[in-house]
């Protein structure tokens, strides 16, 4: 029970509507009385349960100065990202990613960058091997693939934690007058917190573009990076070798 009505507290105390915080505080005043707890007990008693946890920079190495396909590994990691609640800056030469979120978050994203980026290069050099991609250069080929292959784990993601979370949030009874409680809140409340931290933290200017620069076209490599892409295990395999610099804002 004292969880409970602490439970109600921090939502009363974390909203910026009026109506939903008095809602709360009155739905925990009420099962005080009900219980003859006093409301700084339940308090303290939540504030000692759970530490407050709060977004974290974390720099994350994406491979040494000079070494070819960095950018489209860093579109990997910002696809994975995007997807996961994690804002990026890039270093201007694609070496290093510094991400913006909270620490299981990123845990998640590198957990997966991790497990794709194996995939990835070792998917595009089957392709390369094969010669479907000619006459177009290997070179040409390999960014047409990676790029595609990112953008489509991209997609399969996002569409992956959009049902998650409206399955979680039409899971969660609505509040005192069909107000949102509970997992709504969270999500938004976390996407509010995230978005302050970046703004007070990053200092990057302009915006990464590696993603769209390109040597050329090949649809063959576009068409068989995205169908690798598709079939791609969402899962973790051994990291690659992964570094930092002048930075970019976030990919637009």
């Known amino acids: 029970m004292l969880a409970r009505i602490g439970g109600l507290l921090r939502q ?9 915080a008095q809602a709360f505080m009155e ?16 308090r303290a008693h939540t504030s000692r349960r759970e530490q407050r946890v709060s977004p974290v920079q974390r720099a994350i190495r994406i491979g040494e100065t000079g070494r070819k396909g960095l950018r489209t590994y860093v579109h990997l990691f910002v696809s994975i990202a995007a997807a996961n609640d994690v804002q990026c ?3 201007h030469n694609s070496t290093q990613v ?9 845990d998640a994203c590198e957990a997966l960058y991790a497990g794709l980026l194996v995939q990835m290069v ?7 091997a094969s010669g479907a991609h000619r006459p177009v250069a290997g070179v040409t080929a390999r960014l047409n693939f990676q790029l595609a292959f990112a953008a489509r784990i991209g997609e399969r993601l996002a569409t992956a934690k959009a049902a998650a979370e409206a399955d979680a949030v039409r899971d969660t009874p609505p509040g005192e007058g069909g107000q949102p409680t509970g997992t709504a809140l969270v999500l938004r409340d976390k996407q509010v917190e995230l978005a302050d931290f970046y703004a007070q933290t990053s200092s990057a200017r302009g915006s990464w573009r590696g993603a769209r620069a390109t040597a ?21 395999a051994p990291e690659l070798p992964s570094a930092r610099r002048q930075l970019s804002g976030p990919a637009r």
Do not use: M, W
């Open 12 to 20: 009363a105390e974390s909203t910026t509507n009026p109506h939903e």
């Open 122 to 128: 070792r998917a595009s050099d089957a392709f390369l």
């Open 27 to 42: 739905a925990a005043q009420r099962l005080a009385t009900v219980t003859s707890i006093d409301l700084a007990v339940a």
């Open 89 to 91: 800056d890039v270093a």
């Open 216 to 236: 050329g076209h090949s649809s063959k490599a576009r068409h068989a990076g995205d169908r690798a892409g598709r079939v791609a295990r969402l899962g973790q």
């Open 98 to 106: 510094f991400a913006y979120g909270f620490g299981t978050d990123i």
